[in-house]
T-cell receptor, first 116, second 115 residues
């Protein structure tokens, strides 16, 4: 079975500071990795994804994430956050095996709060 | 505009009163799914559908039913709601069932309160 652990439930940070949201996964098969963002009172939207190739992936709004296979991690980073980045962030995986239906398995989320 | 719509957006009901939350997508997607979001638990999948008349249980299907009679619609049915089904519900869809990594598009959510 697969699982996703987001190590911090809440991350407060000041505007223009860097931020890292941590995500680790557990899986006996290869996985595809995703970060989704949920702004207040909205649905989720895709921030970025790792499928293969370069381990550093860039997404929308200046976010990037690095896949580390040995540490089974996919941490999300932004060098300088804005107030508008205040949202809940979800890490998710899709396991890659013969019978996979492509269902997303989500972590519990990290609430990023950017303070002025 | 490509979108997933859900209705109603907010619903307060009483225990045992059957309700349906509708979900519709205009992107001709084959795959559709329902999730519930609870504080501290993230999103958990309730049911999903790979195509018309093909549905399957997710991780938390108890107390819910779904149907997929048309490609664009995927209603979620609570035949006898209970307070533990108070939650925020999201519908999602994606293209190409065979493409594991196609982006899922989410609806705006339905906040359900069962008293």
């Amino acid at each position: 079975a697969q699982s996703v652990t987001q190590l911090d439930s809440q991350v407060p940070v000041f505007e223009e500071a860097p931020v890292e949201l941590r995500c680790n996964y557990s899986s006996s098969v290869s996985v595809y990795l995703f970060w989704y963002v949920q702004y207040p009172n909205q649905g989720l939207q895709l921030l970025l994804k790792y499928l293969s190739g370069s381990t550093l992936v860039k997404g929308i709004n200046g976010f990037e994430a690095e896949f580390n296979k040995s540490q089974t991690s996919f941490h999300l980073r932004k060098p300088s956050v804005h107030i508008s980045d205040t949202a809940e962030y979800f890490c998710a995986v899709i396991p890659d095996y013969g019978g996979s239906q492509g269902n997303l398995i989500f972590g519990k989320g990290t609430k990023l709060s950017v303070k002025p | 505009e490509a979108q997933v719509t859900q209705n109603p957006r907010y619903l307060i009901t009483v225990t045992g009163k059957k309700l349906t939350v509708t979900c519709s997508q205009n992107m001709n997607h084959e795959y559709m799914s329902w999730y519930r979001q609870d504080p501290g638990l993230g999103l958990r999948q309730i049911y999903y559908s790979m195509n018309v008349e093909v549905t399957d249980k997710g991780d938390v299907p108890e107390g819910y039913k779904v149907s997929r009679k048309e490609k664009r619609n995927f209603p979620l049915i609570l035949e006898s709601p209970s307070p533990n089904q108070t939650s925020l519900y999201f519908c999602a869809s994606k293209d190409r069932v065979t493409g594991l990594v196609d982006e899922q598009y989410f609806g705006p959510g339905t906040r359900l309160t069962v008293t």
